[in-house]
C-alpha cells in the first residue's frame, strides 16, 4: 500500500514537472524513462513474488 502510495505520488510530482518545464526536453525525457524502469522493475518484483507464493502453495 505505502508502495502504491509512493508510486502515484511520483507520478503527479512528474506530470507537474512536466507542465511547468516545456522547454526541457531531455529533463522530460529521463523523467519517463525514470518511471518506466521503476514501474517495470516494480511488476517485475510482483510477478516474482506472486510465482514464489504459487510455488509454495503447490508444496504444501
Known amino acids: 500500500m ?3 502510495f509512493c508510486s ?3 507520478t503527479l510530482t ?3 514537472l512536466f507542465h511547468l518545464i ?3 526536453n531531455d529533463l522530460l525525457f529521463f523523467s519517463t524513462q525514470f518511471l518506466l524502469d ?3 522493475f ?3 518484483l510482483v510477478h516474482t513474488f506472486l510465482l514464489f507464493c504459487t510455488f ?5
Open 42 to 44: 516494480h511488476s517485475f
Open 8 to 10: 502515484f505520488t511520483l
Open 38 to 40: 521503476f514501474f517495470s
Open 2 to 4: 505505502v508502495v502504491l
Open 14 to 16: 512528474a506530470a507537474t
Open 22 to 24: 516545456p522547454s526541457r
Open 56 to 60: 509454495l502453495f503447490k508444496i504444501f
